[in-house]
């Protein structure tokens, strides 16, 4: 299901295993990445504004829909 921020949110991928959402992502407030693990975006980010730091781990994209961001992306970890 689709994922739509309306205020700053974490997503902590603390197990090595990851987190994967299959949904789009849209909203327009900072997305903040931490962990070792991998999160993945399976469903487009068209829709999303925001900003998006990465403070460790992994952020990867696996969808065939639109990935762009009109945000900032703070890389302190990998971006794949």
């Given at each position: 299901s689709a994922l739509t921020l309306q205020g700053?949110?974490?997503?902590d991928t603390a197990?090595?295993?990851?987190l994967?959402?299959?949904?789009a992502l849209?909203?327009?407030?900072?997305?903040?990445?931490t962990g070792v693990g991998t999160l993945t975006l399976g469903g487009g980010t068209s829709g999303f504004t925001g900003?998006?730091?990465?403070?460790?781990?992994?952020?990867?994209?696996?969808s065939?829909?639109?990935?762009?961001?009109a945000g900032d992306i703070g890389n302190d970890?990998?971006?794949?």
């Amino acid at each position: 299901s689709a994922l739509t921020l309306q205020g700053e949110a974490t997503i902590d991928t603390a197990e090595t295993a990851g987190l994967t959402l299959s949904g789009a992502l849209s909203g327009g407030d900072t997305l903040t990445m931490t962990g070792v693990g991998t999160l993945t975006l399976g469903g487009g980010t068209s829709g999303f504004t925001g900003d998006t730091h990465i403070t460790s781990g992994t952020l990867a994209f696996t969808s065939t829909g639109a990935n762009t961001y009109a945000g900032d992306i703070g890389n302190d970890g990998a971006l794949t």
